[in-house]
């Protein structure tokens, strides 16, 4: 397709476990962002790349979680010993050379931590 | 800090009327732009429109139009004629020049009534 590609949609892992969920922007796109909306907020910024760097990381709340973009196009969020405070969907986008700079986001990913 | 205030957690409105959706920002930063972005259960976060801190006029882009007033610090996004398919949550959002972080607002829940 041509948006946002968030797999998987829903993911539910027990407390302690390690998740990956993978974002695929849209084609052409060199900036990618994460973000992570808790029930009832607005999205939080986590991580953003600009190619195959994270640019901006200000956002990761602490080292049990990290994000990658080897190749400049498909991302990977990792949460290592999940906690249940980590429930909430994460939200995948990207932006080209827009005038607006705006994002094109997916649909999301939501983890639920038991 | 940049901090967005949406006061409406919910708003309801007739079909085919206008609504206006409030929010405020707060920034020490000359050049900045500010977003809406819908976000209906599908969960994807839909961009709206955009309005720049220079711009003098007020953005608008189709049925929707953002009433920007720079020294409130006010950026009230208009719906007119709302359609049942309107309904949906409604985030504003915020980013300083030089910076990619997308900050946002609680959010809105409109709903259009038959």
């Known amino acids: 397709g041509a948006g946002v590609s968030q797999t998987p949609s829903n993911k539910v892992t027990e407390k302690g476990k390690y998740v990956e969920l993978r974002c695929d922007p849209i084609?052409?796109?060199?900036?990618l962002y994460w973000y992570r909306q808790s029930l009832g907020q607005g999205p939080e910024f986590l991580i953003y790349?600009?190619?195959?760097?994270?640019?901006?990381d200000s956002g990761l709340p602490n080292d049990r979680f990290f994000a990658v973009r080897p190749e400049g196009s498909v991302s990977t969020l990792k949460i290592q010993r999940t906690e249940r405070g980590d429930s909430a969907v994460y939200l995948c986008?990207?932006?080209?050379?827009?005038?607006?700079?705006?994002?094109?986001f997916g649909e999301g990913s939501r983890l639920t931590v038991l | 800090a940049q901090k967005i205030t949406q006061t409406q957690p919910g708003m309801f409105v007739q079909e085919k009327e206008a609504v206006t959706l409030d929010c405020t920002y707060d920034?020490?930063?000359?050049?900045?732009?500010l977003f809406w972005y819908k976000q209906p259960s599908s969960g994807e976060m839909i961009f709206l429109i955009y309005?720049?801190?220079?711009?003098?006029q007020n953005a608008t882009e189709g049925r929707y139009s953002l009433n920007f007033q720079k020294a409130r610090k006010s950026a009230n996004l208009v719906i007119s004629a709302s359609q049942l398919g309107d309904s949906a949550m409604y985030f504003c959002?915020?980013?300083?020049?030089?910076?990619?972080?997308?900050?946002f607002g609680k959010g809105t829940k409109l709903t259009v009534n038959p």
């Open positions: 790349f600009q190619g195959t760097g994270a640019a901006d």
């Open positions: 084609s052409g796109h060199t900036a």
């Open positions: 920034t020490s930063d000359q050049s900045y732009g």
């Open positions: 959002a915020m980013r300083s020049s030089g910076s990619e972080k997308l900050v």
């Open positions: 986008a990207s932006s080209g050379t827009g005038f607006t700079g705006e994002l094109f």
């Open positions: 309005q720049g801190s220079y711009d003098e």
